[in-house]
């Protein structure tokens, strides 16, 4: 089995900066992609980034050049430092990887249980 567990939400006032980690843990042969999603209450769930495993990075247009998404492929982890929050970045921020469990398994997605990001001054 798999696991991801993010950490690193909490009450951060706007303009402060916030950096979330998501571990991945278990049987784990390969991870392809990473993501960071988010879903703000009554929103639907919305990509923020993602990093391809050579490490081009893509983010959604209300985050770029505040967020940055990065990867530690040895620890199995994904990192989203966000820098200068807005209140509407309050959301539950969600990571999800794309995991090969073993040499002969099939490459499928992943998902943490989510931590609470909140922006309020």
């Known amino acids: 089995q798999v696991q991801l567990v993010e950490s690193g939400g909490g009450l951060v006032q706007p303009g402060e900066s916030l950096r979330l980690s998501c571990a991945a843990s278990?049987?784990?042969?390969?991870?392809?992609?990473m993501y960071w999603y988010r879903q703000a209450p009554g929103k639907e769930r919305e990509l923020v980034a993602e990093?391809?495993?050579?490490?081009?990075?893509n983010y959604a247009d209300s985050v770029k050049g505040r967020f940055t998404i990065s990867r530690d492929n040895a620890e199995n982890m994904v990192y989203l430092q966000m820098n200068n929050p807005k209140p509407e970045d309050t959301a539950v921020y969600y990571c999800?990887?794309?995991?090969?469990?073993?040499?002969?398994?099939?490459?499928?997605?992943?998902w943490g249980k989510g931590t609470l990001v909140t922006v309020s001054s």
């Open positions: 999800k990887m794309n995991v090969k469990p073993t040499s002969i398994s099939i490459t499928r997605p992943y």
């Open positions: 990093i391809a495993s050579g490490g081009s990075t």
């Open positions: 278990g049987n784990i042969f390969n991870i392809n992609g």
